[in-house]
């Protein structure tokens, strides 16, 4: 089976983990390939969290925001104004001089999913205020709830139309163990791995909406429910 052309752009969520992420940015250097890791501003707060993204970055790797503690969609948040402050900017402050210049953000999904739950309208307007971009993704493997079986679904999901951004995590379980034998499935199928990330899952670039943001924002008041 050959995929020549095809494009997969690279992307590990939630870390950095000392017992992980080196490991993720071992493979990645003997390959020769570039990711982007949408870190938790919390563990880089950590001494080792942030000695991880300094490395990543200095191997060539984009550094982003996935907010300070991945405690659910912001568009589920209550008060949401002060969560965007606490969750976004709280956690580009520490990013500091690690941070792309196009300052990526990617929300928190609930478990890989795409909707109004994203952004609430107070989120949207801060991500536009502090021109960020914001990174979407069309493959969630679920690694983290099945860290052995999760390379079949994700060949399975890169199969899709081109190009992919995949999403990973970097976080113990046992995953990423897989992640060379995967990487290298994906070579031999002739896949070819660009960093930039595709026009269709970056609907805020430095702060201006590419289009309608309808599909990505809630027009409705914050539930407060949260998802994991």
Request: with cysteine; hydrophobic share 35%.
């Amino acid at each position: 089976m050959s995929s020549a052309g095809a494009e997969i752009t690279l992307t590990f969520d939630n870390g950095p983990e000392p017992e992980v992420t080196p490991g993720v940015l071992d493979v990645l250097r003997r390959r020769g390939l570039r990711a982007t890791f949408f870190v938790m501003g919390r563990k880089l707060a950590d001494r080792a969290g942030w000695a991880l993204a300094e490395r990543a970055h200095a191997e060539g790797h984009w550094i982003g925001n996935h907010t300070f503690t991945h405690g659910g969609p912001l568009g589920e948040q209550p008060d949401e104004d002060r969560v965007a402050e606490a969750e976004i900017g709280r956690t580009q402050d520490l990013i500091g001089g690690l941070a792309h210049p196009d300052r990526l953000f990617r929300p928190v999904g609930g478990g890989g999913r795409i909707g109004p739950h994203l952004l609430g309208r107070a989120t949207l307007a801060y991500l536009q205020r502090h021109h960020f971009t914001c990174v979407l993704w069309t493959a969630v493997p679920g690694d983290w709830r099945d860290p052995d079986g999760w390379v079949e679904h994700a060949l399975t999901q890169c199969a899709g139309p081109s190009p992919t951004v995949l999403v990973l995590h970097d976080l113990p379980g046992g995953a990423m163990r897989h992640l060379d034998r995967f990487l290298g499935v994906l070579a031999d199928r002739g896949y070819h791995f660009p960093q930039a990330f595709p026009d269709a899952c970056t609907p805020i670039r430095r702060g201006v909406p590419q289009a309608s943001m309808d599909a990505y924002v809630t027009t409705g008041p914050p539930s407060g429910a949260k998802s994991g």
